[in-house]
Every structure is written in structure tokens, then in C-alpha cells.
């Protein structure tokens, strides 16, 4: 038995007074406590199931304005920056962690990749609701007024309040039912006139199940299984992005030091160079030697000094590149901690490079997406199989009406009524279910095929990191023996020169020689670490800590020769 209940004008008009001062009253900061509270609670529970993704995720405020007062000054400069020296005074000392650290607050294509993972949790947390109960409301209120005159008398005058109001509910299952409750009223009040007032009521329940086409969980939860899935799909690529990510700062990071180190080689084979000609401009003026010989000394001389300029502008320009990568001003003068690079060593991972594939296969996270959407994919096919049955709905519908002999809008449980049917479509044009169907099978295969893809390109990846951490180990002993010659091989050309014999030409090669030696004493160096950084997000085992840094997992390394 439905209970009775007493609605009036005046109540209704307060309830739906209050609804709107409510709603109206809501600040824009309200609605985003609101939606950051829902959206990182989800993240929260996501997150726990996603290996190094953390908290990282659990804030997406804009950063700050840009400080950097914490961080130590460089009081000095270097004679190999020349006339451009200036702008390594009183420049900000940032280290590797410094500058990852900076990245992953301040880069804005990381913090875009937040965002997103943000706004497929909030859309989530819209499709949770459509399996919650949804509340309506709205009504109106009219005061008519009419006063008729003969311009001495009144002869009408008449006013009516006329009110009307709903309320619904619903609520979608699960299994693909739905109920729906609706509450309408509408009241008229005559204020002049003595007539008896009026109103109406009714009170409706529906219920409805579907029993072939769209009935059950599979079917009925798909959007929000999706969903759900969709969110952890992003949470893991954005954990894995962040492994790449973490290496690309790290490489322009060193790459900015690789670029200084250059314009300090290119200095010193230039000033080097300077005292070779200066001993062939004396030994011509005093008579012994050629002109020829001296001019090829003065062109390389100007080789050199080209070199060098350009440089210092490829340093000043790889710098600025790294600002924009950190998210610091490009006015903002900043010198690289050579810390970082006097701690690089030569190392080799543990184990086998089949240990290394497998290894990849198991822990890498975009893999794992994979294998999960073709999962995405065998489950649509089972849907769209079931959307070809013909729609069978029950439906179960009460009505609650009020008593016709009263005024004031009361409801009574007498007065209702039920009725039981189905609802049926015998769905005899096929052809787009069939459509549907047969495309969700060759999304199906194509899954599969993606799916094989990247479990051979993760092999791939692995397989060319691996040999080129090989290669760049050889390439790093390579470069130390071919410094070694370089540099007998210019005091051997320098002492010819002393006493008059060698060639111009010997002496500029050995110079240039030495310079590319020193040089790639630097670069392979760098290289072998950058490579063996690549090979750890190939495999999947680069732990990104929230400050950017990574943690050193295979503290198993043996340095090369060991």
C-alpha cells in the first residue's frame, strides 16, 4: 500500500525556490573540489593497480611561477666561452635531478598528458552515474490576473495561481532493467471569486527488463566497462610515457653538457693550434720555411676558429632547447652540473638478452594494453551477437492517483492502478545488426594482429638496444685508443715543426684528429649511458620516482672487463 501524502501550492513553490538558490549558489570552486575529490579518489584505486604509476597522477593545479633562489650560483667563468662567456655568470647550477625535477612539474606536454588521463577519469565518473539513481525535477507557477471595467463599475475581476511540479527518479541495473519514478502535480488556486480550488496528482512507478536483445550484464554495463577499462588503459600509457620521458630530458640534459664540452675541445685545439702558427709566422719571417706552409697553417687556423665559434652557439642553443623541455623562461641563465657527467660509467646489464625480452614482455605496460583491447575486442563480438535477437522487454508500470474528491492534492493508495506487458520488436531488418556484427569480428582479428605487433616490436626494441649498448661499449674503447694515437701523433707533428720538418698539412690533420678524439671521449661516453637508460624502458623496468628521478634497479651491472 502506497502511503498517503499531502502536497500544497506553497510547499511546492518553497521546495522548488530552495532547489534553485541552491543550485545557483554553487562557485566554480565548488564544482572543482567536487570533481577533483570523485576523480582522485577514482585515480587512487586505479592507480594501485598500474606498477610505478604512484601519485603522480593525484594533481593537475597549474604550476607556480618559476623559482630558482634555492639553487646555487656559478661564480666563475671560462675562457672557453670567449666574448660569450657573460652569460655563465651568476647562472643557476642545475643537476640531473634538478632538471627532472623541474620537468615533471613544469614540462607542458607532461603536464597535457595529466590532463588527459584527468578527463577520461571524470568522464568515468559521468557513465558511473547512469548506473545511479538520477534525480529530476522542475516545475512552473502563473498568476493570471483579469479586471474588467465599464469604466465606473468593475465588472470582473478575477485572479488564479496556477502551479505545477514534477519529480523523477531512475535507475539503470546492471542487468539492463530500468526503473523510473515519476511524481506531477498541478494546482490552481482561484484567489478571487469564491471558487473551490482544484488540483491533480499522480504517482507512477515503471519497471523494465530486457529478456533477449540488450539483457544481462555483458550487454547493459558495456559503456561502463569500457570506461573503466579506458581509464586504466591511459593510466598505464601515461606510466610508460613517463619512462620515455625521463630518458629524453636525461638525453638533452647531457647532450646540452656533450654540446659544451665540444666548444671547450674546440678552444683548445684553436689556441693549440694558435702556437703552431705563430712558431711557422717566426720561422718564415726569419727565413726558413715557405709561404705555402704558413698559409695552411693560417687556414686552419680560421677552420678552427670557426669551429669554435659555432660551438659556443651550438651550446647557447641546446641550453635555451632545454629550458623550453623544463619549462623555465628562455631568459633564465642556467650552467649544467658536470657532476652528473664525471659520474657516468661504462657498465653492462646482468643476465641474457632472452632474459631481456621476456623480461619486457612481462613488466611493459603498453603491452598490456594490447593484450587487454584485443580482450576489448572478443567481448564486443559476444554484444553485437546478441544485439541480432529480437528486442523481448517486460514492463511493470503502477499508478498512484490522487482523490478527486479533495482539494489538496492527496494521494490515495486506493486509487492506482497496475499493469503488466512485453514489449516486442521482431527485428526483421537484419542487415545492420549483421553489419555490426561482422565488423566487430574483423576489429577482432585486427586486435589480435596488433597485439602480435607489439609483443615483436617490444622484442625489437630490446634486441636493437641491447646490441647498440654493445656497440656503444666498443665504441667507448675505441674512442680511449684513439685518443691515445691523437695525441702521440700531435706531439710527434709538433716537434717536426719545432725544428723545421713534417708538413703543414700532417700538423692540421693531427690537430683536427685530436680535437674529434677528445670529442668522442665525451660522446660515447654519454652514448653507452643514454643507450643503457633506452634499454631499461625497453624492458620495462625503469621505476620513475615522483621527483622524475629513476631508481637503479639493476644495481647488478658489472662494469666493462669484469
Known amino acids: ?172 541495473t546492471r542487468t539492463g532493467a530500468r526503473l523510473a519514478a515519476d511524481l506531477t502535480t498541478d494546482f490552481v ?122 660551438a659556443i652557439r651550438n651550446y647557447e642553443q641546446a641550453l635555451d632547447d632545454l629550458k623550453i623541455t623544463l619549462g623555465l623562461p628562455i631568459t633564465e641563465r642556467i650552467v649544467l652540473d658536470y657532476k652528473d657527467l664525471e659520474s657516468l660509467e661504462i657498465l653492462m646489464p646482468p643476465g641474457t638478452l632472452d632474459d631481456a625480452m621476456q623480461t619486457a614482455l612481462t613488466t611493459r605496460l603498453d603491452v598490456w594494453n594490447s593484450r587487454d583491447r584485443a580482450e576489448d575486442a572478443t567481448r564486443r563480438v559476444l554484444i553485437a551477437k546478441q544485439e541480432t535477437l529480437p528486442t523481448l522487454n517486460a514492463v511493470v508500470s503502477h499508478r498512484t492517483l490522487d482523490d478527486p474528491n479533495r482539494n489538496d492534492l492527496t494521494l490515495q493508495s486506493r486509487n492506482r492502478g497496475v499493469s503488466i506487458g512485453l514489449n516486442t520488436d521482431l527485428n526483421l531488418n537484419q542487415k545492420p545488426e549483421r553489419n555490426t556484427l561482422r565488423a566487430a569480428m574483423v576489429a577482432e582479428q585486427r586486435a589480435r594482429r596488433e597485439l602480435e605487433l607489439a609483443e615483436e616490436q617490444v622484442r625489437n626494441s630490446v634486441r636493437t638496444a641491447w646490441r647498440d649498448l654493445e656497440v656503444a661499449r666498443k665504441q667507448y674503447e675505441f674512442a680511449q685508443r684513439g685518443m691515445e694515437i691523437s695525441q702521440k701523433r700531435l706531439e710527434v707533428e709538433e716537434a717536426f715543426a719545432a725544428v723545421g720538418q713534417g708538413t703543414a698539412r700532417d700538423l692540421v690533420e693531427a690537430q683536427r684528429d685530436i680535437n674529434n678524439a677528445r670529442d668522442l671521449m665525451v660522446s660515447t661516453r654519454i652514448n653507452h649511458n643514454l643507450v643503457r637508460l633506452q634499454l631499461w624502458r625497453d624492458m620495462g623496468v625503469l621505476f620513475i620516482e615522483k621527483d622524475g628521478s629513476w631508481v637503479d634497479v639493476l644495481k647488478k651491472e658489472k662494469p666493462k672487463g669484469e
Request: glycine share 8%; proline share 3%.
Open 189 to 310: 488556486r482561484f484567489l478571487t471569486g469564491g471558487l473551490r480550488d482544484t488540483g491533480d496528482s499522480r504517482l507512477a512507478f515503471t519497471l523494465s527488463q530486457p529478456l533477449l536483445r540488450g539483457a544481462g550484464y555483458l550487454a547493459a554495463s558495456e559503456a561502463l566497462t569500457q570506461a573503466e577499462r579506458n581509464v586504466l588503459y591511459n593510466i598505464r600509457s601515461f606510466t610508460q610515457q613517463r619512462k620515455s620521458f625521463a630518458v629524453e630530458v636525461a638525453t638533452q640534459y647531457f647532450r646540452a653538457i656533450q654540446s659544451r664540452e665540444t666548444a671547450k675541445n674546440a678552444y683548445l685545439g684553436y689556441m693549440a693550434f694558435n702556437t703552431n702558427v705563430e712558431r711557422q709566422r717566426a720561422m718564415f719571417e726569419n727565413g726558413q720555411g715557405s709561404y705555402s706552409q704558413l698559409g695552411q697553417l693560417l687556414q686552419g687556423q680560421i677552420n678552427f676558429q670557426r669551429t669554435w665559434t659555432s
Open 1 to 172: 500500500m502506497v502511503p498517503q501524502a499531502r502536497l500544497s501550492s506553497s510547499p511546492h513553490l518553497a521546495l522548488l525556490s530552495a532547489t534553485l538558490l541552491v543550485v545557483c549558489g554553487c562557485s566554480s570552486g565548488t564544482y572543482k573540489k567536487w570533481a577533483d575529490k570523485e576523480v582522485f579518489g577514482l585515480l587512487k584505486k586505479k592507480t594501485s593497480k598500474v606498477p610505478n604509476s604512484g601519485q603522480h597522477l593525484m594533481d593537475i593545479t597549474p604550476p607556480p611561477p618559476v623559482s630558482m633562489k634555492e639553487l646555487a650560483k656559478n661564480v666563475k667563468t671560462v675562457d672557453f666561452l670567449g666574448e660569450r662567456a657573460h652569460i655563465e655568470k651568476d647562472a643557476r647550477v642545475i643537476s640531473l635531478a634538478d632538471a627532472l625535477n623541474f620537468a615533471v612539474h613544469r614540462n607542458r606536454s607532461y603536464l597535457l598528458q595529466k590532463e588527459v588521463v584527468y578527463l577520461s577519469a571524470l568522464d568515468l565518473t559521468l557513465t558511473r552515474q547512469n548506473f545511479t539513481p538520477i534525480l529530476s525535477g522542475g516545475g512552473s507557477s502563473t498568476l493570471d490576473r483579469v479586471k474588467v471595467s465599464d469604466g465606473v463599475t468593475t465588472l470582473v475581476n478575477t485572479g488564479t495561481l496556477t502551479t505545477s511540479g514534477d519529480l523523477g527518479l531512475s535507475v539503470l
